[in-house]
């Protein structure tokens, strides 16, 4: 683009679509730099170059902005791989976790953002139903189908493994606060599979 | 008592641990009955009549405080049951802080404590050190005798376990902010022994 924002401004208002991808770009790059608290409607405003009213209308509080800037930013292949193998396949999306979250940076922004959901209605609505959930919904599918072809026993609780395999990673990275990298997967998803009794041990 | 702090205020100091009491105790009233976010140096100091001076001296932050009053306040049993059959010992303790989220209180206090963690360093700090980790090691006791009495596999990863079981609750809690109850726990216990595959699938 040659024209500045201010040449754009002489001439009349942005398209909408054009502000809101401003607005995302600057709230994300304050994120990822500054932190969650730095996020504030002022100086995202200030960043983009756009009116604070026009946020006010838009987003319900900073924190739900700054959830939306996250996911517009990291946007990833979310679809879940299936090559047949549901061990082989949750090794891969959960090691995908991992390293997002300890390689990718995402680790910081995300633990704030699941931490200020905690106190803001709208940023938590958000980011469980941009986020937590639809996840949540994608790794079912694909436990779904591994149930069918009976890679999983019948009467497993789906919502229940994926309790244990992201629930265990945020648990780290949340409440017990201690260091997890990579290597901790394979344990994840065995454990999942084939629990920790001995063999043979009857169930129920 | 018959003296009230006024009375007491006008001969001399209380003793430290009187002070450091009644903070406490005011801190984690305010906290669960106006949330984290009225836990504030000022406000604490009011209600407990103390100084500001005395709280900035002892607490690093109201963040600390809060966690610090939360856990005198809610203070209670930890000791892990040992009846000799870990599946039922790890229904009762886990059944026991399903209930403390749910039906005794503990779940907005604890959300906003873990939230605030965050991005408060000395909370965080607090928190793991006093409260997370500390319960982590009871487990661990508890899965290490259920270990050597062959109720565990020896290639067990006990850490793993915690992340299965207490990480679950914490997991639909706060990330993905989804209504859960007692009922979740025999599957959870389940599920962590003896997995999800199949019977006899071969591991590894």
Same mark, same amino acid.
């Given at each position: 683009m040659s024209e500045s924002i201010a040449d754009r401004r002489?001439?009349?208002?942005?398209?909408?679509?054009?502000?809101?991808? /401003?607005?995302?770009?600057?709230?994300?790059?304050?994120?990822?730099?500054?932190?969650m608290q730095a996020v504030?409607?002022?100086?995202?405003?200030?960043?983009?170059?756009? &009116?604070?009213?026009?946020?006010?209308?838009?987003?319900?509080?900073?924190g739900a902005l700054a959830a939306e800037a996250y996911f517009a930013h990291s946007r990833r292949?979310? !679809?879940?791989? !299936?090559?047949?193998? #549901?061990? /082989?396949?949750?090794?891969?999306q959960l090691g995908a976790f991992v390293r997002w979250l300890k390689d990718e940076g995402a680790?910081?922004?995300?633990?704030e953002l699941v931490?200020? /959901?905690?106190?803001?209605? &709208?940023?938590?609505?958000?980011? &469980?139903?941009?986020? /937590?959930?639809?996840?949540? +919904?994608l790794a079912r599918q694909r436990l779904r189908i591994a149930q069918r072809q009976g890679q999983l026993r019948e009467d497993a609780d789906l919502d229940v493994i994926v309790d244990q395999l992201w629930g265990a990673c945020y648990h780290r990275l949340? #409440?017990?606060? #201690?260091?997890?990298? +990579?290597?901790?997967?394979?344990?994840? #998803?065995?454990?999942?599979?084939?629990? &920790?009794a001995p063999r043979g041990a009857e169930e129920r």
């Open positions: 002489g001439r009349g208002r942005r398209p909408a679509a054009e502000v809101r991808a /401003a607005v995302l770009t600057a709230a994300g790059r304050i994120l990822l730099r500054d932190g504030t409607f002022d100086r995202v405003a200030m960043e983009a170059g756009s &009116s604070k009213t026009t946020l006010y209308k838009w987003w319900p509080s900073p292949v979310l !679809d879940f791989p !299936d090559t047949g193998d #549901v061990r /082989a396949d949750l090794i891969t680790e910081k922004p995300v633990s931490g200020a /959901a905690q106190m803001d209605e &709208s940023l938590a609505h958000a980011w &469980s139903e941009s986020y /937590a959930l639809p996840r949540r +919904e949340l #409440v017990l606060r #201690v260091p997890f990298d +990579e290597s901790i997967v394979e344990r994840l #998803v065995d454990h999942a599979l084939y629990g &920790s």
